[in-house]
């Protein structure tokens, strides 16, 4: 059984940083990715960045490069997204989910096929 379990949420100022943690346990394929997602109140759930297990290739969503870096430490089978300058909008549960690669870089864009493990999410809250 694949488990995802995030941690590192919280709350920050505006200007600060984050970094949030992705533990995967139980998945028996190597080509496979995973990848951060966030929902806030309100508003469909958006894809943030995703890893791959096996080649360590990074993929970013449009509106998320320049301030979130994704990495991986598959000793640990722990990947992490690092998040710098955050702004109110940030605000967030923040979810990590494993899927065969393609299928977690379409995810990125809005679809979800295929996309069945998901963590329960971690809280990012930004204040002004």
């Known amino acids: 059984e694949v488990q995802l379990v995030e941690s590192g949420g919280g709350l920050v100022q505006a200007g600060g940083s984050l970094r949030l943690s992705c533990v995967v346990s139980?998945?028996?394929?190597?080509?496979?990715?995973i990848g951060w997602f966030r929902q806030a109140p309100g508003k469909e759930r958006e894809g943030v960045s995703c890893i791959s297990r096996s080649d360590g290739s990074t993929y970013y969503a449009a509106s998320m490069k320049g301030r979130f870096t994704i990495s991986s430490d598959n000793a640990k089978n722990t990947v992490y997204l690092q998040m710098n300058s955050l702004r109110p909008e940030d605000t967030a549960v923040y979810s990590c989910a494993a899927g065969p690669s393609l299928n977690v870089i379409a995810a990125l864009s809005g679809d979800y096929y295929g996309m069945d493990s998901w963590g329960p999410g971690t809280l990012v809250t930004v204040s002004s």
């Open positions: 139980g998945f028996t394929v190597d080509d496979y990715a």
